[in-house]
């Protein structure tokens, strides 16, 4: 564990506060994506199964683990039934199979291993990298959000962007090791984020509302 | 595992 990973991992924590937060004093999941969600779940649920096969790593991850599992399904809880009115499926357009389909086959061809738990844990990384695109194109279309909504994404990108120096750190502290597909993967994710983040210091940090250019 | 991929990380 280092520096970057732990505010990494602490900003991934602040971002799943901050959209329950968002979701429970508006009383509304308006602006998110269902699908993106959706995703998380099961990039969790793929990532996470080695809680079950005594691979111990330490407290730490275990609990940082079931904590991803249990409030990725209570936020789809809160979108599809608590409240679902406020879910507009008609915004949130984009194709899961576009995800679904290059994930799995990348999967099944760059893994470490072709077994059952290592195929799911190279589609978890590989998923989580493009999770994000359905929230960014429902923003895409919408062409604006709440700043409640932007602060949530930013604390996700920072997430994925601290895990970068962390891996070079790694690099030089632990004997030239690295992680190809999570590296490549994470590099994808972050720079995913990187329109994003140029609305958000130019915009929101201002004070301004995210609009996105006509 | 010792390949290092021992996916330590969340």
Redesign the interface.
């Known amino acids: 564990m280092n520096l970057f ?1 732990l505010v990494a ?1 602490l900003s ?1 924590l602040a971002s799943i506060f901050i959209l329950l937060h968002k979701i429970q004093t508006t009383r509304s999941c308006r602006g998110i994506s269902i699908k993106t969600q959706l995703l998380y779940v099961l990039v969790f649920v793929t990532r996470y199964l ?1 809680l079950f096969t005594g ?1 111990f ?1 330490s407290i730490y ?1 275990s609990v ?2 079931l904590f ?1 599992i249990g409030s990725s399904c209570y936020i789809i809880y809160l979108m599809r039934i608590k409240y679902k009115p406020t879910n507009d499926p008609s915004i949130d357009t984009f194709r899961l199979e576009y995800i679904l389909g290059p994930t799995a086959v990348l999967a099944l061809i760059f893994n ?1 291993k072709f077994t059952f738990l290592e195929v799911l ?1 190279a589609f978890s990384i590989y998923l989580e990298a493009v999770a994000i695109l359905p929230q960014l194109f429902m923003l895409q279309r919408t062409g604006e959000a709440e700043t409640i909504t932007t602060h949530y994404l930013a604390a996700l990108g920072i997430y994925r962007g601290l ?1 970068i120096p ?1 891996w070079i750190y790694r690099y030089f502290t632990e004997g030239g ?3 190809p ?2 590296v490549v993967a994470g590099i994808v994710q972050t720079a995913l984020y990187v329109d994003f983040f140029y609305v958000y210091f130019t915009k929101v940090l201002q004070g301004q509302k995210f609009e996105l250019p006509a | 595992d010792g390949d290092g991929h021992s996916h330590d990380e969340l």
């Open positions: 990973r991992d991934h080695d691979d790593v991850n940082m683990k991803f470490y844990w895990y962390n090791a690295i992680d597909i999570a």
